[in-house]
């Protein structure tokens, strides 16, 4: 089932307080010209080099993507500009939400793991290592008493590249994905920019798990920037007493796990100041004593208020990102304040600012707010879900939904998947899908379908489900139905 392009552009630009589409308004060429000087690029001859798979974006979902793509036997290429894989699991996510269902607030459910496969083994390997807090139950507030899992990023860096080592997958870091080689609806490659130089990198099949869907727009998909969601840098605060700080605050969020080894610690904390006007508002996450792994300070201090930028607008984001920096070191003078706290200093940032949502793209199908409440399952499911960020009630209460194959084909391209964050335009529905602990199973589901359509030399419409079905179940892909 195709989606319906005008509802798609209206559920997209629903909530943004600048709302914006991209290509899909059908402005000319012409018209999209900044006035001024132009400077004809003279053609080049790029060195050119094959794949079976191209995967761009080595983030949360992207990594999963190209183990899978790898573990298919496709001979897999990731492109991520960073220097290393993670993205925003290692930059902004605060805590990971979530394998499991939301079962405590509901008599008679079960607790049961719903995100297994790739991003399960990820995790169980991780917390091996002493990088996370496990799987932590919330005792106060948030999502009706959920689990998440907050992780060390410096860890979480190592283990992804190092998994993709040993799947096989040829990793690009520091390379820039910069344009796209098409012939009518067919990409046949990529601009891949690099300090070795530029490159054009070809594929049979193509996943954009770029978070703002760069490949996507680069190859003509329609998609929308909604901007609905506040900006955000989120670091790392080092020198702090955890209990101290909590007692503090108006606890809004509180989760205990492990943390330094220890079990039953603080993990994960929201809080507002006791007092009114002194000062911090903060969520974070942590798996060290001393040390909080995530403080999130969103531009503004407001989530999504009328706020007015374009995430792929430079210069706004150039101010914006001052403006955050400014926003940490107020947020740590206010740590300060607290006793224990007294030492307290940025010991991390993210290299740019994070947002939730940049572009979304159009796919062949759009997940609705009654999919994912009617807890309803597709007949082409690649994975189930069972998250919201807003404690909605998936299923009834304690349920799960299906995200369909469909919903990961890019609308007009033959061989194009995407995953992660931009997928789902409704707002609402988006608050569940863009979560990370759906963002990697999207990262599964997407790498085996275009490994899967790469061998069978065909289009991602014309792979059959039972195939992919079959390889996401030997793959440990946990289906609900
Ligand atoms: C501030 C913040 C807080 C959040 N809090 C939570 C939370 O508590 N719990 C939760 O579950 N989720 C949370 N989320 C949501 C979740 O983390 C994201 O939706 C999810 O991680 C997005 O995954 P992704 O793979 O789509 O994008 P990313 O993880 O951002 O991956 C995209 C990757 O593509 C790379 N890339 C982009 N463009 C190019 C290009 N042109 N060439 C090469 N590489 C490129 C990037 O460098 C990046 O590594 C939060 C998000 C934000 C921003």
Not at 114 to 140: D, Q, W, Y
Not at 336 to 354: D, Q, T
Not at 450 to 460: R, Y
Request: charged letters at 20%; aromatic letters at 6%.
């Amino acid at each position: 089932m195709r989606v319906n392009r005008r509802k798609f552009l209206e559920s997209a630009l629903a909530v943004g307080a600048v709302a914006h589409a991209g290509r899909a308004m059908g402005k000319s060429e012409e018209q999209e010209k900044p006035p001024g000087e132009f400077y004809e690029e003279p053609a080049r001859r790029l060195p050119v080099r094959n794949f079976d798979v191209i995967v761009a974006g080595g983030g949360t979902a992207g990594v999963v993507a190209a183990m899978a793509a790898a573990r298919q036997g496709a001979k897999t290429v990731l492109i991520e500009q960073k220097g290393y894989t993670g993205g925003i699991i290692t930059e902004g996510g605060t805590a990971l939400h979530s394998f499991f269902n939301v079962w405590k607030p509901y008599p008679g459910v079960k607790k049961l793991q719903l995100v297994r496969g790739i991003p399960h083994e990820i995790i169980e390997r991780l917390t091996k290592m002493g990088g996370t807090s496990g799987h932590a139950e919330l005792s106060m507030g948030y999502n009706h008493d959920s689990v998440c899992l907050a992780v060390d990023v410096e860890m979480y860096k190592l283990l992804s590249h190092t998994m993709l080592h040993e799947t096989g997958v040829y990793v690009c870091l520091n390379t820039l994905l910069a344009g796209v080689v098409k012939e009518g609806r067919r990409i046949k490659g990529v601009l891949a920019e690099s300090r070795s130089g530029r490159e054009v990198l070809c594929a049979k099949s193509f996943v954009d798990c770029t978070g703002y869907g760069d490949l996507a727009a680069y190859a003509g998909a329609e998609y929308a920037e909604p901007n609905d969601y506040p900006l955000c840098n989120s670091m790392g605060v080092a020198n702090v007493d955890i209990e101290s700080l909590c007692q503090n605050l108006r606890l809004s969020q509180l989760a205990k796990g492990l943390r330094s080894g220890k079990e039953g610690q603080i993990v994960r904390v929201e809080g507002s100041p006791k007092a009114k006007g002194a000062g911090i508002n903060l969520t974070t996450t942590t798996v060290h004593d001393h040390y909080l792994m995530f403080v999130k300070a969103n531009v503004g201090g407001a989530w999504g208020k009328g706020k007015s930028w374009h995430v792929t607008d430079r210069d706004a984001m150039t101010e914006l990102e001052l403006e955050a920096r400014k926003d940490q070191q107020e947020m740590i003078a206010l740590i300060r304040r607290v006793p224990g706290c007294e030492a307290a200093f940025a010991a991390r940032s993210s290299p740019s600012l994070n947002i939730r949502r940049g572009r979304v793209i159009e796919c062949d199908y759009d997940l609705s707010l009654k999919d994912v409440l009617g807890g309803r399952h597709f007949d082409d499911d690649v994975m189930a879900y069972g998250f919201h960020d807003q404690c909605l009630k998936i299923g009834g209460g304690g349920g799960s939904y299906g995200i369909p194959y469909r919903a990961l084909r890019a609308a007009n391209i033959q061989n194009l998947l995407v995953a992660g964050m931009m997928i789902t335009s409704d707002y609402q529905a988006h608050q569940s899908t863009r979560n990370t602990v759906s963002c990697m199973a999207q990262g599964q589901a997407s790498g085996t379908a275009a490994a899967l359509c790469a061998q069978q030399g065909c289009g991602t419409r014309d792979l059959a489900y039972a195939d992919l079905r079959k390889a996401l179940e030997k793959g440990g892909v946990y289906f609900d139905t």
